[in-house]
């Protein structure tokens, strides 16, 4: 079954076409990383599939019916989406924050019920902030912030979640501690996962599928081994690299490799840093 | 008894159909507001030249004090005391909704253009009807009100109509709004220096925005902007609070956007346009009021029912003082804005979240 499905979609802002004609459907219980170059179009493109950017041309389909003939209430109890920064509300505790996910099945005389009360403890039981439910938000750490914004999507309920970057600005360990979640939220409700990372190695590590955009195209898609080639990664990226096997999981593993001495790239980094000592 | 009982959690309740969530700080908030605004609104009734009690104020209300004291409460000062609550509710729900649309605590209704479309409308009908211009004279023959309701209603539309782009931003209709404001302020500085004295001195007043003389004819359009405002809200309520968590995410739990942004943005020109052509434009009210609501029950934005009385607390409190600190009485618009401006320049200093 497709969750997602783009068809023939022209995507693009003002003047600037990012994609013309892009096709792409997502498997129902997947989780799928778009990765790409900045400025390939990774986001928008996932803005597409949430209804957040309305395309040129094409159309998107949610589980077989095309958004434009969906509302967006109607889309909101089938697709959450996590935007890249959402902004943090004054004066607010976790758990009204998290309450918000629940709009798209509330109605006018039920802000409030014992039902979504139920389904917010159990978001933030799963994300692990049951502790911390009743702490204003703007008191939080960063990784327990980015949990809480997750917790808001799960009580979305919804069987398909978008993600964009959810663990930019996070150290290392608090991505881990979203992107397990993340995976185990998938396993365990089966939710259909589409997500935007930057962390090659991690988008590896985490997905079941990974979709390299270049150029308004769809340049390589498969599983981490497939698609993490050093032809690949050197078309996308302008990286030349080696992969190896994770040691721990034997997930493909991205070590950009340094510049033979006689290129380019590396008398230009030279000079740069031989002015840096003059300067310095 | 016991389904209610068993319905109830720590964090809301159920009543039959109804689930509302439990905000002890909020109702507190508004419920101390709300006895604050009544006290004011019977003090500012009992204050005045021929001092009256406070019991002799509540039996003028309730139709068993003699004549005089009648004549005085229900003819004289409850039109007044009327007027400012209106004028103050009107201005702090209308503050209170483009706060919370803009998320920008310093934003103002004054800065869709709705304050000096009027100003400059109200000053156009003084300044050229007095004249006997035939446009002036017929501008006149509508009403002062009138005429700045419709300027007002003018320049609002067309601030939104300037700022629509395939949909309205909030941050471009601020400065569109700003824009606007900033030209007609010179149309309206331009008719006064082109008036004659009485009339500059006439305009002056009602741009300084006052209480004096107003009657139950200018409280009735308030009262109906009102009414017609709190369904309109209830239905609203839920989209200004997600609104805080910026547009996408917004569309992202189902709430049409742009849809929601015309009603708020439309419904606090209406408050704005209804208070102004009654009052002139009382300063800092919209901005003061919600902002003190907002700090009282402690919330994520400004709160509707505590801002809008808030807002009458402030302007009946500011009457009063206008009329018992000179001899003569002061327009109220100069007491709020002294205690306003202060209170601007305190909240910029404060302000730590500069976005």
């Known amino acids: ?280 | 008894m016991s389904g209610v009982e068993l319905k109830a959690r720590r964090d809301g309740i159920m009543l039959g159909p109804v689930g509302l969530p439990w905000r002890p700080r909020v109702l507190a908030a508004t419920a101390v507001v709300a006895v604050v605004a009544a006290l004011v609104f019977a003090g500012g009734i009992a204050a005045g030249s021929s001092g009256l009690s406070l019991p002799d104020v509540l039996a003028a209300l309730a139709g068993v004090a003699d004549s005089a004291t009648s004549f005085i409460v229900t003819e004289l000062r409850l039109p007044r005391a009327a007027a400012g609550a209106a004028v103050g509710a009107c201005l702090g729900l209308a503050g209170a909704l483009t706060q919370t649309f803009s998320r920008n605590p310093l934003a103002t209704p004054d800065i869709l253009g709705v304050t000096s479309g009027a100003a400059a409308g109200a000053v156009a009908a003084i300044v050229l009807g007095g004249g006997g211009y035939s446009v002036g004279a017929s501008l006149l023959g509508f009403g002062i009100p009138v005429v700045a309701a419709v300027g007002g209603l003018v320049a609002a539309g067309l601030a939104y109509g300037l700022a629509w782009r395939g949909g309205v931003d909030s941050y471009r209709i601020i400065l569109i709004g700003i824009g606007l404001t900033a030209s007609l302020g010179g149309l309206t500085s331009y008719l006064l220096v082109r008036a004659q004295l009485t009339q500059a001195s006439a305009a002056s007043q009602w741009l300084v925005g006052s209480l004096s003389g107003i009657s139950w004819a200018s409280v009735w359009p308030m009262l109906a902007v009102l009414g017609c405002a709190v369904p309109v809200l209830i239905t609203q309520a839920a989209g200004l609070t997600l609104g805080q968590l910026g547009d996408e995410f917004s569309v992202s739990l189902g709430l049409a956007v742009q849809r929601h942004r015309l009603i708020v943005i439309g419904v606090a020109v209406l408050l704005t346009a209804a208070a102004v052509s009654a009052a002139g434009p009382v300063g800092f009210i919209a901005f003061v009021a919600p902002q003190l609501a907002q700090r009282l029950a402690g919330t994520a934005r400004p709160p509707l029912v505590a801002s809008a009385l808030t807002g009458a607390v402030v302007v009946l409190a500011a009457d009063v003082l206008a009329r018992s600190l000179l001899p003569g009485e002061i327009p109220v618009g100069i007491i709020t804005a002294v205690i306003g401006a202060p209170y601007l320049i305190w909240l910029l200093i404060r302000r730590k979240d500069v976005r």
């Open chain 1, 1 to 280: 079954m497709i969750a997602v499905e783009a068809e023939r979609l022209r995507l693009g802002y003002e003047q600037k076409v990012v994609f013309d004609g892009i096709d792409l459907r997502i498997a129902q219980g997947s989780v799928t990383t778009l990765i790409g170059a900045n400025g390939c179009g990774k986001s928008t493109l996932l803005k597409a599939f949430g209804r957040l950017l309305a395309p040129l041309d094409g159309q998107v389909r949610l589980d077989g019916r095309p958004l434009r003939a969906m509302s967006t209430t109607q889309i909101a109890r089938r697709l959450a989406i996590l935007p890249q920064k959402p902004l943090t509300p004054a004066a607010t505790s976790v758990r009204d924050l998290v309450m918000r996910g629940r709009h798209p099945h509330q109605s006018l005389l039920r802000p409030w019920t014992p039902d979504d009360a139920g389904i917010v403890d159990a978001a933030l039981a799963a994300t692990g902030l049951t502790e911390v439910a009743d702490r204003d938000v703007n008191t939080l750490s960063g990784g327990q912030l980015q949990r809480a914004w997750v917790a808001l999507v799960l009580a979305q309920q919804t069987p398909t979640i978008l993600l964009d970057e959810p663990t930019t600005f996070l150290d290392l360990s608090h991505q881990l501690e979203v992107l397990r979640l993340v995976r185990r939220i998938n396993a365990e409700q089966g939710t259909t996962i589409v997500m935007v990372l930057h962390d090659l190695s991690l988008a590896a590590r985490f997905s079941d599928r990974l979709v390299v955009l270049h150029e308004g195209q769809v340049l390589a898609d498969g599983t981490p081994w497939q698609v993490l080639t050093p032809q690949v990664l050197a078309t996308a990226f302008g990286l030349e690299a080696q992969v190896i096997a994770d040691p721990v999981t034997g997930s493909p593993l991205v070590i950009p490799l340094e510049p033979s001495a006689g290129s380019l790239a590396s008398s230009v980094v030279r000079d740069e840093s031989e002015q840096l000592v003059r300067l310095g």
